[in-house]
């Protein structure tokens, strides 16, 4: 009987597998070239002896409850108010992961008569809050201020009475591209609505101290911003930032927030400690954005793609299966490259996803990129 009741499961699962979409959990190995650590903290002994001074002054490895019972840390509320200052907003709030976090502020924070305009390529998790919402909701063509604009205008014509909320992210996870920020920030104003911003690829490695690609914005009463601990931060977790009414009303309303186990405070301390490393350290910045350029560069030297700029460089395949047997090989060679296939991308686009860390070199990103050429010109069709 228990074997007629998964049935349905596993045909779908051989479904997936006929199109090239079945995912399946490969270890890391080899040189790191899919995650995002991209300032090299993960591993870092400041990180580490952050950590062991936390336990040592006795912060507890578990939080025990939710924010609103017991487990509001010390730990917490520091974190908090720092990275409020940090990032120069009126107040930030931790959530255990950024896809909790984006999942919570776009199911609670619009409202039922306003409408939520997101860019075509928004992350996923962005995707589960505004399916919670209240609000409506409309994408729009990637990075067109146009588009944007019209939805808002459509939107108002047809008896919209609320705000609009304009939902992007400033550095592409999939496409390596950056939102124009300043447009969006000013339509926004223009419109009595919100910006919120996904700056999950941009904290930590851009803007001032890497405050991020919206570091000139954070202030304003109508942004909102996420900034991810898991990716330059080396840690995990994420913190909004926003005005205070805005984030008490999360406390209060967010039932991500209110019904999740608070992160663990050694976490919290470790997120502590990496921000004030971006201040300390600049020449890991400075490092970083070298590498960047220079892979950038060879990039499009050696496979004739154009770089995207950033330390996201899309390669495109086309074809499910031919990126996952490109993927395969070069993680036989050493590479740990990973392919990306839809749904987290469009039909037709599945691709290799390089990201460029501190935990790679010049000589093994030129060697890379040499094999790679190799491989997409001997196992394409």
């Not at 104003?189 to 919100?194: E, K, M, Q, S, V």
């Not at 020449?283 to 070298?290: I, Y």
């Amino acid at each position: 009987m228990t074997a007629s009741l998964i049935t349905r499961h596993e045909k779908t699962l051989h479904g997936l597998e006929r199109k090239g979409r079945r995912r399946g959990l490969v270890a890391g190995g080899g040189i790191d070239l899919t995650s995002n650590d991209y300032l090299a903290l993960a591993g870092s002994p400041r990180l580490k002896a952050a950590i062991a001074a936390a336990i040592e002054r006795g912060v507890p490895v578990g939080s025990g409850g939710s924010r609103l019972l017991r487990g509001n840390h010390a730990e917490h509320a520091a974190l908090e108010a720092e990275a409020a200052a940090f990032f120069g907003a009126e107040r930030a709030l931790f959530f255990g992961s950024g896809y909790a976090a984006n999942a919570a502020l776009f199911s609670t924070l619009p409202q039922r008569d306003d409408i939520i305009v997101h860019d075509a390529l928004i992350h996923a998790s962005a995707h589960e809050g505004i399916a919670a919402s209240r609000a409506g909701a409309v994408a729009v063509k990637h990075n067109d201020v146009d588009a944007f604009a019209d939805a808002i205008g459509t939107w108002r014509k047809r008896g919209g009475t609320g705000h609009p909320w304009i939902a992007v992210e400033s550095l592409y996870s999939m496409d390596g591209d950056r939102a124009p920020l300043a447009d969006l920030a000013a339509l926004a104003a223009r419109h009595d609505g919100f910006l919120v911003v996904d700056e999950a690829h941009a904290t930590g490695v851009f803007g001032p101290d890497g405050r991020g690609l919206a570091a000139e914005l954070e202030g304003r009463q109508n942004l909102v911003v996420l900034h991810t601990c898991g990716k330059a931060l080396g840690v995990s977790g994420a913190l909004i930032s926003a005005n205070a009414v805005l984030c008490d009303y999360l406390v209060n309303r967010a039932r991500n927030f209110i019904y999740s186990t608070a992160p663990s405070p050694l976490i919290a301390a470790a997120v502590r400690e990496a921000l004030v490393t971006l201040v300390d350290e600049p020449r890991r910045r400075a490092a970083f954005d070298d590498l960047r350029a220079f892979a950038n560069r060879a990039f499009t030297d050696t496979l004739g793609i154009e770089g995207s700029g950033s330390q996201i460089l899309p390669v495109p395949i086309g074809d499910n299966g031919c990126a996952v047997r490109i993927a395969a090989r070069m993680r036989k060679e050493g590479f740990d490259i990973r392919a990306i296939r839809p749904p987290t991308v469009p039909e037709g686009t599945a691709r290799l996803r390089i990201a460029i860390t501190l935990n790679v070199d010049r000589p093994t990103i030129a060697n890379m990129l040499e094999r790679l050429a190799l491989a997409m010109a001997e196992e394409r069709p």
